[in-house]
């Protein structure tokens, strides 16, 4: 029994020390939670808007611009979801997404979604250009001027052998999410090339990077604007030239990947209601060069994303009024 | 005896081996006559018919979301219950919540709240770990991505053990629910998660109810499975000995079986934790809050030094995690065997005033901002970003011409005249040399399921892309093994190599793949041999894990006898060490295998090609979905195949082992 007697005693003595020592903390102080108060919510006339953000620094942003036009001068609620294209494109139908901000064609997901489901709707330009393409490094361009004319791949293609690719030139292939026709282009072109699947924009870019800095030959499959650019000038390689239609057969195309003009994609739901933020969304239309300017400030300048919105937004007054919803 | 014995296994041994080596060279000699034909390519746009069917099966299930029955009353209440759970989790720790500014218990609660709890599980060493582990990831700068990450873990674990844990004890009782459950979870364990990320978020829309599933779904099978082997690891006697005395077979269980398999379920429970948190990175690619939107975003602008910082966190909440589990089953199993401490009363004391404390750190962090918002700018988290960027960047420089010339050389020794027989042999030849090998080294029945699997492949489509992964699995596993011999024994016979080369092993395999594919990248390109690195990285730790434990099995005084008989070094560890701790090797290889096999989706990422870029390709672009989905069964098939061969090999060296 004796121990047991101890044992209730201590629990209350250091019950009693616990408190003692919790009050003298508490006596400390310092600011209290919900002080600072004034937080100005955010909810006003407009509502949430589910702003899907697609994996790559130029789409970010788009959204942080969009997001922060949204929230500060159309006084709406605004939630990024962090997801892959096609995961986007499925949250037009369940209502968790409601607008995508750069679209590179997909003619995929445009008749899944567009087309036969009809939950997704075009919403215009967002006015940047894309261009998909195979690219050398920068020194190589300087080097064999020639390169950049496909008539002369075959020339340099032996430079381009890796490990990976056997007897041939290694032509790096990367980002799974877009379809390309480089298998193709390597037959119907005669060259003699091996595609080689780097399975993501990051097996690409770094490919680029050090390609540059070892003067280690690449060619690559890659697309403008991307923030990588803005570090390193990477050289396009003119394959023979887009027509329209000349990419109508996958397995006998033989020209150049066509230019993209990158669009928006709301939900159809989100269109119909026809309310501020979907307009803005509508009439939000920069250039490459503005897109750039952000992507830097977030990817060499690692600034949040709404900080680097924040300072494109406070520089370009009259763009961003002419996107604003008339009242 | 003692000269007959080695005598014998010579006579037997040989004649195996001979076996095999006729059935490979006889392979060499049909591959250079039959190369090139029969062998089932595929380009990397191109599809199957079943590919095309799958694609639409995913349309059509989509198309009928709104009005399918299965999808309003079952599905929607799933993704209600689990993303309210998971919210609510959420709520307590992370998210700002109930219309205030912060989560319900602020940083100082927290770290209070779990300090307890892990004294209250285990003891007050690991409460301290708990507490400095968790301050850490506050100085770091991710206090409330770690707090996100964890109640993602945490919700995901506890509704996976709601159901894991009945699960395994039911399969612990009856064999034949243990023989269905089996192959079920390899499936959940092997099939890449990428492939049923997408179709999650169509059931059970973008939120933390499909992260939450998603990572359930791996890491639920640990659980059943540990649980099921702690059930059937009761020795015979004592389940006899409580049923003669007449108890009934739910006295059974809860008086004698749990408590005996108490501690192996805790062992089941830490695996499925560790499971959990491997899943952050991925369940970010479907918009689950927590360090690996961090570690991803950092990636798309190449940036290591951040990318590293939060995969560190994920490292120190896994260690923490880790730690106090295992603490947990060493004192279930120390509570079972001696009764309860020697000071109850003492235990107890500290259990209250530590639980008042508790309430008192959350109250204060409910009340002030410094003990709500964890203080400070994260000044570690720039440190150790800015040391990583630097380091990685130098390592890049100065290391890449070597490392771009081992990468050369073992893929012309390796990787190619593997792959080349594997690729360019008639599917028929290799499949009759795989069953012909399960029959030699294994069993009739393994045999017979490794020919049902390479039917089952020939049917996926991607038969080509198939034997070249296998390729790069087999080298992989290969070095992952010499890794593990070579660390395995010494860290077997110097504790304090252990102790040092441990927490590394620890990191290694907690450490989020993403992290280190950057430099990975830089120093070997995007190639097949980078997509092997990877892998090792992430299978030696639990092969080397494995080897010592086997090590160390051999007992003392044989050992002792074979230095004693004069062995060198050398003699003892390859005569008698490595010999006798076959039966760990064989479970090493099997782990191997199918921790390589795991790793073989982010290869596809770094220009493995072949099964894990399908896969990739298959989450990121509708039409190749089918095909995606494809690549992903012949991987679950690949693994269930290998598993089976190494495990019925594993059986079959312990039998020679106890005919000795």
């Not at chain 1, 997404?97 to 997909?106: C, I, K, R, T």
């Not at chain 2, 089932?40 to 079943?50: K, R, V």
């Not at chain 2, 709890?117 to 850490?136: H, K, P």
């Not at chain 2, 074979?562 to 490595?578: E, F, H």
Request: aromatic fraction near 8%.
């Amino acid at each position: 029994m004796a121990p047991r007697m101890i044992g209730t005693c201590s629990v209350v003595r250091w019950t009693c020390i616990a408190a003692a020592a919790a009050l003298a903390l508490a006596g400390c102080g310092g600011a209290k939670v919900g002080d600072t108060g004034g937080a100005t919510s955010s909810g006003g006339s407009c509502g949430n808007v589910n702003i899907a953000v697609n994996p790559w620094v130029g789409y970010e942003a788009n959204a942080a611009v969009v997001g922060y036009v949204l929230q500060n001068k159309v006084n709406c609620k605004v939630t990024k979801k962090d997801l892959k294209e096609e995961v986007s494109w499925q949250g037009f139908g369940t209502g968790e997404v409601d607008a995508v901000l750069e679209n590179w064609g997909h003619p995929d997901l445009t008749k899944k979604y567009i087309e036969d489901q009809k939950t997704g709707v075009d919403a215009g330009s967002t006015g940047v250009k894309g261009v998909i393409g195979w690219f050398v490094p920068p020194w190589m361009a300087q080097q064999y001027p020639d390169i950049t004319d496909w008539h002369n791949l075959n020339k340099y293609a032996p430079m381009f052998k890796t490990s990976e690719s056997g007897d041939k030139g290694q032509l790096l292939d990367g980002d799974p999410s877009y379809v390309t026709n480089d298998e193709a282009l390597v037959k119907n072109l005669n060259l003699n090339f091996k595609v080689v699947q780097g399975g993501s924009e990051t097996a690409l870019i770094q490919a680029f990077k050090q390609a540059e800095e070892k003067k280690t030959p690449l060619i690559a499959y890659f697309y403008t604007p991307q923030w990588l650019f803005s570090e390193l000038k990477l050289v396009q390689v003119h394959l023979p030239p887009y027509t329209e239609g000349c990419d109508a057969n996958p397995e006998k195309v033989a020209c150049d990947y066509p230019p993209y003009d990158l669009n928006k994609v709301v939900s159809k739901r989100f269109a119909d209601a026809n309310g501020p933020a979907y307009k803005l969304i509508k009439n939000f239309r920069w250039t490459n060069e503005d897109q750039n300017q952000v992507a830097r400030s977030i990817a060499e300048d690692k600034m949040p994303p709404d900080a680097a919105a924040k300072k494109w937004v406070d520089a370009n007054p009259d763009k961003v009024n002419a996107w604003l919803p008339a009242p | 005896m003692a000269t007959v014995a080695p005598l014998r296994a010579v006579l037997i041994r040989p004649a195996r081996g001979m076996v095999v080596a006729a059935v490979l060279v006889g392979w060499l000699v049909l591959w250079l006559i039959l190369r090139g034909i029969n062998t089932l390519p595929l380009g990397a746009a191109q599809l199957t018919d079943l590919h095309r069917s799958l694609n639409q099966l995913n349309d059509a299930i989509g198309a009928s979301r709104d009005s399918n029955p299965i999808f309003l009353y079952f599905f929607n209440v799933i993704r209600l219950v689990v993303g309210e759970f998971t919210a609510v989790i959420q709520a307590i720790i992370a998210q700002p919540a109930f219309g205030g500014p912060i989560p319900l218990i602020g940083w100082l609660g927290a770290v209070a709240l779990f300090a307890w709890i892990s004294f209250a599980v285990a003891n007050w060493r690991v409460a301290l770990l708990t507490a400095g582990g968790l301050i850490v990831v506050g100085l770091q700068g991710l206090w409330q991505e770690s707090m996100d990450t964890l109640a993602l873990t945490l919700s995901a674990v506890i509704i996976a053990l709601l159901f894991s844990i009945p699960l395994g004890i039911w399969a612990g009782l009856s064999d034949r629910v243990n023989r269905i459950i089996t192959p079920v979870l390899d499936f959940m364990q092997t099939m890449p998660t990428f492939v049923y990320l997408a179709p999650l978020t169509l059931f059970f829309l973008i939120g933390p109810a499909s992260a939450t599933i998603a990572t359930l779904i791996y890491a639920a099978p640990p659980a059943v499975r540990l649980t099921a082997h702690g059930i059937r690891s009761v020795p015979h006697d004592t389940r006899e000995a409580g049923e003669s005395l007449g108890s009934t077979t739910g006295q059974t269980l809860t008086k004698i079986l749990l408590p005996s398999a108490k501690r192996t379920i805790v062992l089941g429970i830490n695996q499925t934790i560790m499971a959990a948190l491997s899943m952050v990175t991925i369940a970010a690619l479907i918009d689950a809050p927590g360090l690996g939107k961090t570690v991803v975003k950092a990636l798309q602008t190449l940036d290591v030094g951040t990318a590293f910082n939060a995969g560190l966190a994920i490292v120190v909440l896994a260690i923490v995690l880790d730690r106090v589990t295992t603490a947990a089953s060493v004192r279930a199993e120390a509570v079972r065997r001696h009764g309860p401490a020697r000071w109850p009363w003492l235990r107890t004391t500290l259990l209250v005033s530590g639980g008042v404390a508790t309430l008192v750190a959350i109250w204060l962090s409910r009340t002030y901002v410094w003990a709500a918002e964890f203080p400070g700018d994260g000044g570690l988290g720039s440190a150790i970003a800015k040391g990583t960027t630097a380091a990685t960047l130098w390592v890049q420089t100065a290391l890449s011409t070597i490392t771009g010339v081992i990468k050369d050389v073992i893929t012309a020794v390796l990787i190619e005249p593997l792959q080349a027989l594997l690729v360019t042999s008639p599917w028929w030849l290799v499949g009759a040399v795989i069953v012909a090998l399960t029959v030699v080294i294994g069993n009739m029945r393994a045999a017979a399921i490794s020919a049902i699997c390479v039917a089952l492949l020939v049917a996926s489509g991607v038969w080509q892309d198939a034997m070249t992964t296998l390729a790069m699995v087999l080298v992989a596993t290969v070095i992952v093994m010499a890794l593990g011999v070579v660390f395995g024994v010494w860290m077997g016979r110097n504790r304090r190599a252990d102790r040092v080369i441990r927490p590394l092993l620890d990191a290694a395999q907690t450490m989020p793949s993403f992290v280190y594919l950057v430099p990975f990248l830089a120093l070997f390109a995007a190639t097949r041999f980078t997509a092997i690195a990877a892998a090792i990285v992430f299978a030696a730790p639990v092969v080397i894990k494995i080897i010592v434990d086997g090590v160390r099995g051999v007992s003392a005084t044989t050992v002792e006898a074979s230095i004693a008989a004069g062995s060198s070094t050398w003699q003892t560890i390859t005569k008698v060490q490595l010999p006798m701790a076959r039966e760990a090797l064989t479970l090493a290889t099997n782990q191997g295998l199918i921790y390589v096999l795991s790793m073989v989706v982010v290869g596809g990422l770094v220009g493995a090609g072949a099964l894990g870029y399908d896969v990739v390709a298959g989450f990121s672009q509708g039409e190749l979905y089918g095909k995606g989905l494809a690549a992903g069964l012949a991987i679950v098939l690949l693994g269930i195949m290998l598993d089976r061969i190494t495990q019925a090999a594993a059986t079959r060296s312990g039998q020679a082992i106890h005919h000795r």
